[in-house]
């Protein structure tokens, strides 16, 4: 019996669920984050899922290292009924959640059983041959990213909670000897690790519409709140010019036909936080439906017949 029902996403009964394993296709999927935004590419996941498109290496960033895991475990579905059924769970995102973990974002809470919904399939998530997974963090000391990789990754849980770690929000989280945040603040969209990898078919799943560039007025705050840590308020104080330079070869390189990207048809009004559960939901199956338009040149470009 679900609780708190007028919490609960109206269309809670038509979220697709089961477990989906198949054919690997070459390539390398990239997954942005945005906190909230994530559901986005939840959609876009799930769609991908269903047409039996389950792409070799996965290298997500925040929420996008959240989301991944799932689309790599085969799960389908659990992330989108885990934060439509929950989001209201003061547990996950409120006081008791900065009770316990020092944040009002409790990240660890995803990957738990909870009425109605699965745990996180960690054992299909380790066993699945020849698929590698990517969470990208970043370091405080340096400011510069962290790749964690589920083979050579300790326990693959602290490096996705970090990866998903808000900045002045959240403390800082230790993953095999680093101290870590959001890899959203140093690497947003990585993309370059891709190219650098030599991968032939390159799949980025945006937050953001394509017109989408942040405001890159500078700001004191992380000067100020990481005072002891000058590299990461390097970083946090450009990352919005990086990202928006990002964004723009990511641009030219899908016009050259490098990489296929996946991004919101429409711009979006989605807080970090989001606290409504009807605009959630509507966000995720905007992300599958924006897939299923494209899916015959996705299939195309993989050479998925």
């Known amino acids: 019996m679900i609780k708190n029902k007028q919490k609960i ?34 959609g876009v996941l799930d769609a991908l899922l269903l047409n039996n498109i389950h792409m070799q290496t996965v290298i997500g960033v925040s929420a996008g290292a959240m989301s991944g895991s799932a689309y790599v475990a085969g799960q389908l579905g659990r992330a989108i009924r885990m934060n439509l059924r929950y989001r209201h769970d003061s547990e996950y995102i409120g006081l008791k959640a900065l009770k316990k ?22 054992k299909q998530f380790k ?27 300790e326990d693959i849980r602290k490096a996705i909670v970090a990866s998903a770690s808000m900045p002045y929000v959240s403390p800082m989280r230790m993953v095999e000897g680093k ?15 891709t190219l650098d990898r030599n991968f032939e078919k390159i799949v980025v799943i945006k937050t953001q519409d394509r017109s ?21 308020s390097k970083v946090l104080k450009n990352r919005n010019y990086a990202y928006n330079q990002a964004c723009d070869e990511i641009d030219q390189l899908e016009k050259e036909g490098r990489i296929f990207v996946l991004a919101p048809s429409k711009p979006l009004s ?22 299923m338009a494209v899916m015959k040149d996705l299939k195309q470009y993989l050479n998925i017949k």
């Open 101 to 122: 973990c020092g944040s009002v974002l409790n990240i660890d809470y995803i990957f738990h059983a909870r009425e109605g919904i699965e745990g996180f399939d960690l």
């Open 127 to 153: 066993n699945i041959k020849n698929r590698r997974f990517v969470a990208v963090a970043t370091n405080c000391e340096t400011g510069m990213p962290e790749f964690f990789e589920n083979d050579n990754c």
């Open 270 to 291: 989605i807080s970090r936080l989001e606290s409504d559960v009807e605009k959630l939901g509507d966000l995720y199956w905007l992300g599958y439906k924006d897939t």
């Open 179 to 193: 101290k870590c945040l959001d890899g959203g603040c140093s690497l947003s969209i990585p993309y370059k690790w």
């Open 9 to 42: 996403y109206s269309d809670w009964e038509n979220l697709p669920k089961g477990h989906l394993t198949g054919d690997i296709q070459e390539g390398c999927l990239v997954v942005e984050g945005g906190s909230f935004r994530g559901l986005y590419n939840q």
């Open 212 to 232: 989408f560039r942040k405001q890159e007025k500078e700001s004191t705050a992380a000067e100020v709140f990481y005072k002891n840590y000058p590299a990461f």
